[in-house]
């Protein structure tokens, strides 16, 4: 309760990205389960959402201590405000990992398809997004907002050609359809944690570019 | 800016609750345009998310202003701070909407499907979930939320049953997937429209929960 606002700010932003990169860990471990068939990996992501859900809680709370007890204006409430909605967002982050576990896990237990798919490349491409995004929002680089915004076409692609795959795979092999279609799941899944940090990075641009504005307006 | 608090706290809960009939509204309109194969209403809805992300913006402004400004404390904060969460969440629900009315757009433009699909329950029960869930909140009404819970595993029972026929009339008509597959997208999309209706109802019984577990120590 002694702590002063400048220190409170900074032990939040530390608290952020550390719940951002326990996602992006959770999104490195549940591809490389996918890779490798690794049930036991796959159940272990899903298994730590708790953890990150726990993180969120913890955050919020912070803030609203920060609200309450220090009053932060301008660039500080910005920062705040900021922090509560790409924390809700990390968590949800949190739960696509989690339910891309649930279908590795499902992946796992039954024959591999005949589908010529590597998720390797679209999950890492969003995974870097997630880091890319956070330190886009911690460090006020507009620049690498909008980077991420052109990964995020490159991770569109990915899945487009994915989902091109995965359907003529379908026509071909109709048995497979089940695993097929979790397979889709799953493309689509990192997909949306690539948007997601899409709008992480929107927020950082808007929140720069809103400042311009103001300054603007002001001078 | 000489208005009061409480002015302040009952505009921003109004402009919430038009916010989320909005998107209600959107979700009503894009199933309609599905069933009735009407393309030009589901370009409508399309159309129209743009309008939910404006409110989703002028909603946040209101948010910093009353916390810049007045420094609520309490209730008074926690309603602003899950304002801040909530309005982020319907803002995603238009997203929802909108991804619907594309996928509703291309369905009008193709040959219907074998499938025998009827979205009306599932999208009327997502609705009114969202509906609910912000009832809920501005009420403050635990059991409301405690009923969106139930709500959502009635949606998840006829998302099954859905996808069910979906991939049976894939294995079927596989001539048919790319229409089957937009349809397995919309189907998955109004389960999302109620999980984030979920969201928020969990939410609310947090807050109230929370409360409780506040004075009870207090005691």
Do not use: W
């Not at 608290?15 to 996602?23: Q, R």
């Not at 924390?87 to 739960?95: K, V």
């Not at 620049?143 to 003529?168: F, H, I």
């Amino acid at each position: 309760m002694n702590q002063s606002l400048p220190q409170l700010l900074h032990d939040l932003k530390h608290h952020l990205l550390f719940l951002s990169s326990t996602v992006e860990d959770a999104v490195a471990k549940v591809v490389q389960a996918l890779v490798q068939r690794d049930s036991r990996l796959a159940r272990e992501v899903v298994a730590a959402d708790a953890e990150i859900d726990n993180m969120e809680v913890r955050i919020e709370g912070e803030c609203q201590q920060i609200l309450a007890l220090h009053q932060p204006v301008a660039s500080d409430l910005r920062f705040v405000v900021a922090t509560l909605k790409i924390n809700n967002d990390l968590e949800r982050m949190g739960d696509l990992a989690k339910k891309i576990g649930k279908n590795v896990s499902y992946l796992c237990g039954v024959s591999p398809t005949s589908a010529n798919v590597d998720f390797r490349e679209i999950a890492e491409k969003a995974r870097l997004m997630v880091k890319r995004s956070m330190d886009a929002f911690v460090n006020s680089d507009v620049e690498l907002a909008r980077q991420v915004l052109a990964d995020d076409d490159e991770v569109d692609s990915l899945k487009d050609e994915l989902y091109e795959e995965l359907r003529n795979t379908i026509r071909n092999h109709p048995d497979e359809l089940d695993s097929l279609l979790k397979l889709y799941s799953v493309t689509r899944n990192l997909e949306r944690l690539g948007d997601m940090a899409t709008h992480i990075a929107e927020e950082v641009i808007f929140i720069i570019e809103g400042d311009i504005v103001r300054h603007n307006a002001g001078a």
